[in-house]
């Protein structure tokens, strides 16, 4: 089955810089991947996403980017604010048409950005 | 902005007991999602639905687990004999997109004691 690896675990930029995290994927079949950002006592969040017939997606100050050859894909953010300080999940799947298949996540990077 | 509600928010439960935990999604999903979350680890996927069926599940939703749809629109996840390890943060969630968990439920806090 799919196995996906995030790093860092944990990642400290002061307020403006940029912060980015990686996560690799070992389903070469894997054609969606989306990133989730969850702040304490809640739910993740969807805040980009990108499918594997795109190289590269942007979204204001966050973007993604996806290497299918390597099997690896990146979050940005650009003029980090301290409201970007939450845990942030990579995750990945074979969506199948007709079917609502699995996500599988990565560990997740404590994000905190300091004035 | 519609959202997924999950209720309740928190229960605690005694080994051994039943527990059912309540989703109702938006209105125009089509694709459902059950995972926890055990403390400070990464989310897992418990089973998925479309098409009002069980669509897929992982080898954690055994025998001791069970979805429904009971009015067709809301979704209860059901643990029988519950476990000490059973305690995690569940979420529901739906997408109306191709297969895409677009929108998460805040959650149900489930404590075994």
């Known amino acids: 089955g799919e196995n996906v690896e995030q790093h860092p675990s944990t990642l400290s930029v002061q307020e403006g810089d940029s912060a980015v995290i990686k996560c690799t994927y070992s389903?070469?079949?894997?054609?969606?991947f989306p990133w989730y950002k969850q702040e304490l006592g809640k739910g993740p969040q969807l805040i980009i996403d990108?499918?594997?017939?795109?190289g590269e997606k942007k979204d204001q100050r966050i973007a993604v980017t996806l290497n299918k050859t390597a099997k690896h894909f990146s979050l940005h953010i650009t003029e980090t604010q301290p409201e970007d300080s939450a845990v942030y999940f990579c995750?990945?799947?074979?969506?199948?048409?007709?079917?609502?298949?699995?996500?599988?996540f990565g560990t997740g990077t404590r994000l905190q950005v300091t004035l | 902005e519609p959202e997924v509600t999950q209720t309740p928010s928190h229960q605690v439960t005694q080994m051994g007991q039943e527990v059912i935990l309540r989703c109702v999604p938006i209105?125009?999903?089509?694709?459902f999602y059950w995972y926890r979350q055990i403390l400070g680890q990464k989310v897992e996927f418990l089973v998925s639905f479309y098409n009002n069926e069980i669509s897929e599940k992982s080898e954690i939703f055994d025998d001791q687990f069970s979805v429904e749809r009971p009015d067709g629109s809301n979704f209860t996840l059901k643990i029988r004999s519950t476990k000490l390890e059973d305690s995690a943060m569940y979420f529901c969630a739906g997408g109306d997109r191709e297969n895409t968990e677009a929108f998460f439920g805040q959650g149900t806090r489930l404590t075994v004691v």
């Open positions: 209105s125009n999903h089509l694709y």
């Open positions: 389903d070469s079949a894997s054609n969606y």
């Open positions: 995750a990945a799947k074979w969506g199948r048409p007709g079917t609502a298949s699995k996500l599988t």
């Open positions: 990108i499918r594997s017939n795109v």
